[in-house]
């Protein structure tokens, strides 16, 4: 719990209860002037309640992903002796890119489909010839 007594989170609980009082503020004033015949101010008093909740819904989800981050790094207990080797480590979240060359898989019937051959044929002139048209294939 101490994570959330820093001064950011401080911060950030002020902030959401200064904004939860000014909507609900705001929303009873909304009340007050439709009740004077200001029809319009029917829906802003349903609309600021609306933004306090919104804020108290943000503001909780953010305690409960900070909690469980807390959770989440707080050393394990140590394991036991039968447990085996440690774990590897972690891969990490972002990799090099690796290139691989594609071959063309075998035809599981074992026939070549003849139009399948000729687009394959077109496809491989078109890529040894990049700076050609489609237009420019001689078959």
């Given at each position: 719990m ?10 950030r609980?002020?902030a959401?209860?200064?904004l939860?009082?000014?909507?609900l503020?705001?929303?009873w004033w909304?009340?007050t002037?439709?009740?004077e ?5 029917f ?8 933004f ?5 819904f943000?503001?909780?989800r953010?305690?409960?992903h900070t909690?469980?981050r807390r959770r989440?790094e707080?050393p ?5 002796a ?7 480590a972690?891969t990490?979240a972002v ?8 071959v063309?898989a075998?035809?599981a019937?074992?026939a ?7 687009y394959?044929?077109?496809l491989?002139w078109?890529?040894a010839?990049p700076?050609?048209?489609p237009?420019?294939?001689?078959g």
């Amino acid at each position: 719990m101490e994570r959330l007594w820093t001064p950011a989170w401080i911060a950030r609980h002020v902030a959401m209860v200064v904004l939860v009082v000014g909507f609900l503020g705001l929303g009873w004033w909304q009340v007050t002037r439709a009740a004077e015949g200001n029809a319009l101010s029917f829906g802003y008093a349903i609309e600021w309640p609306v933004f306090a909740g919104f804020v108290v819904f943000v503001w909780w989800r953010e305690v409960r992903h900070t909690l469980r981050r807390r959770r989440a790094e707080d050393p394990s207990p140590a394991p036991s002796a039968a447990a085996g080797p440690e774990p590897a480590a972690a891969t990490p979240a972002v990799r090099r890119p690796v290139r691989v060359n594609r071959v063309p898989a075998a035809s599981a019937s074992g026939a070549e489909d003849g139009e399948l051959v000729d687009y394959n044929r077109y496809l491989s002139w078109l890529n040894a010839n990049p700076g050609a048209r489609p237009g420019d294939y001689p078959g």
